[in-house]
């Protein structure tokens, strides 16, 4: 066999152990995975009903269009129906990206504490990365600017920053996008969009008026509580949309992914619902951190990165073993962190009893 070189150094993106494995190594019913950044508030009823309904369908092969979402998105986001493009999840949107704008003699900006899928898409088609250190958690935006070269064609900016929470301020995108050729792809990943409170964060989409190189990539996986079903959706000027649309498969989503989005769309009301309880529980995990004297960095996602001050794999073993999985900071920058999906209220009294026994010891 001879692969491509860059796949003999990489090692498949997946959780230690599966769900089926935990329950049967721990002998427990049902762990609560807060390691994952899922909807703990599931999804909104329109969507069990729409579903139903589809079943009857699933002979059919997909709208390789998503012609009713299409209409339905581009209504509830006021753009035009060409500058969107349907993907399963976010993930593979990324792949996208790298497979038409990336290869050999290219490269793509990143930050250095961000989603690792940037990073790894953009190896799997043989592009160089120019890895930014981040500051405080945050992108770190003029020396991404300073990183971008000739062969530069994505910056990625994740936006809220998984798993940091932190964020890009308006003004900080708008020095970014000004400050790049417009043949260089701005890309920003706002996958936590619907959980964002700040009120400095880029209206990216109104933008995108100004900088035809702007591409914006949303999920259904997050505050809509569609995880399962695999779909998410990039914004962006005909042009961009154009070259995506070549590069993606026929039918990446199916029938029931398109139909429960849609139908998702419908019930704004749940979504403000998981908005405000998230950021209720969100403050509780805050007055957590202060009384034990933990850092961590305030989000503006459905998750929290915090530095426990101890080495993270016995505490997540312990967590395991008590029922919760979370996961593991893994980053050089910050070896003693770990982070957290907020859960609903019960879930995280419940995690927050087992973590201030661990820190007592």
Same mark, same amino acid.
Request: hydrophobic share 35%; net charge negative.
């Given at each position: 066999?001879?692969?491509?070189?860059?796949?003999?150094?990489?090692?498949?993106?997946?959780?230690?152990?599966?769900?089926?494995?935990?329950?049967?190594?721990?002998?427990?019913?049902?762990?609560?995975?807060?390691?994952?950044?899922?909807?703990?508030?599931?999804?909104?009823?329109?969507?069990?009903?729409?579903?139903?309904?589809?079943?009857?369908?699933?002979?059919?092969?997909?709208?390789?269009?998503?012609?009713?979402?299409?209409?339905?998105?581009?209504?509830?986001?006021?753009?035009?129906?060409?500058?969107?493009?349907?993907?399963?999840?976010? @993930?593979?949107?990324?792949? =996208? *990206?790298? !497979?038409? %704008?990336?290869?050999?003699?290219?490269? +793509?900006? $990143?930050?250095?504490?961000?989603?690792?899928?940037?990073?790894?898409?953009?190896?799997?088609?043989?592009?160089?990365?120019?890895?930014?250190?981040?500051?405080?958690?945050?992108?770190?935006?003029?020396?991404?600017?300073?990183?971008?070269?000739?062969?530069?064609?994505?910056?990625?900016?994740?936006?809220?920053?998984?798993?940091?929470?932190?964020?890009?301020?308006?003004?900080?995108?708008?020095?970014?996008?000004?400050?790049?050729?417009?043949?260089?792809?701005?890309?920003?990943?706002?996958?936590?969009?619907?959980?964002?409170?700040?009120?400095?964060?880029?209206?990216?989409?109104?933008?995108?008026? @100004?900088?035809?190189?702007? =591409? *914006?990539? !949303?999920? %259904?996986?997050?505050?809509?509580?569609? +995880?399962? $079903?695999?779909?998410?959706?990039?914004?962006?000027?005909?042009?961009?949309?154009?070259?995506?649309?070549?590069?993606?498969?026929?039918?990446?989503?199916?029938?029931?992914?398109?139909?429960?989005?849609?139908?998702?769309?419908?019930?704004?009301?749940?979504?403000?619902?998981?908005?405000?309880?998230?950021?209720?529980?969100?403050?509780?995990?805050?007055?957590?951190?202060?009384?034990?004297?933990?850092?961590?960095?305030?989000?503006?996602?459905?998750?929290?990165?915090?530095?426990?001050?101890?080495?993270?794999?016995?505490?997540?073993?312990?967590?395991?073993?008590?029922?919760?999985?979370?996961?593991?900071?893994?980053?050089?920058?910050?070896?003693?962190?770990?982070?957290?999906?907020?859960?609903?209220?019960?879930?995280?009294?419940?995690?927050?009893?087992?973590?201030?026994?661990?820190?007592?010891?």
């Amino acid at each position: 066999m001879n692969p491509k070189p860059q796949f003999l150094e990489m090692n498949p993106y997946l959780l230690e152990k599966g769900i089926d494995e935990i329950k049967q190594i721990y002998k427990m019913n049902c762990p609560v995975n807060l390691s994952s950044n899922e909807n703990p508030y599931g999804f909104s009823e329109n969507v069990r009903e729409a579903i139903i309904n589809e079943i009857p369908k699933l002979s059919l092969y997909p709208d390789g269009k998503a012609s009713l979402l299409r209409r339905r998105l581009a209504e509830f986001l006021s753009v035009q129906r060409e500058n969107l493009v349907f993907s399963n999840g976010t @993930d593979e949107l990324i792949r =996208i *990206i790298c !497979r038409a %704008f990336l290869g050999t003699g290219t490269n +793509a900006v $990143l930050s250095s504490l961000s989603f690792p899928q940037y990073k790894r898409n953009a190896v799997m088609e043989g592009a160089d990365i120019h890895e930014v250190p981040h500051v405080n958690g945050r992108h770190h935006i003029e020396k991404m600017i300073d990183a971008v070269d000739d062969n530069t064609r994505v910056i990625w900016i994740c936006n809220p920053n998984n798993p940091t929470g932190e964020y890009v301020r308006e003004q900080e995108l708008i020095h970014l996008l000004n400050s790049v050729n417009q043949n260089v792809l701005v890309v920003c990943d706002e996958a936590y969009y619907e959980y964002v409170e700040a009120r400095d964060f880029p209206n990216s989409i109104h933008l995108m008026k @100004d900088y035809p190189n702007l =591409i *914006i990539t !949303r999920t %259904f996986s997050k505050a809509y509580g569609l +995880a399962a $079903l695999r779909i998410g959706y990039g914004i962006a000027h005909s042009d961009i949309i154009k070259i995506l649309e070549a590069a993606r498969e026929t039918f990446n989503t199916s029938r029931l992914a398109q139909t429960a989005a849609a139908a998702a769309l419908e019930d704004q009301n749940f979504i403000k619902e998981c908005h405000q309880k998230n950021r209720k529980e969100l403050e509780h995990f805050y007055r957590f951190c202060w009384r034990y004297g933990l850092n961590y960095f305030p989000s503006q996602g459905n998750f929290i990165f915090i530095d426990i001050g101890k080495p993270p794999e016995k505490i997540t073993d312990h967590l395991l073993s008590e029922g919760f999985i979370i996961r593991s900071g893994n980053n050089p920058e910050f070896p003693t962190s770990i982070r957290i999906t907020v859960g609903t209220s019960k879930q995280n009294d419940d995690l927050m009893v087992h973590l201030s026994q661990y820190l007592g010891n």
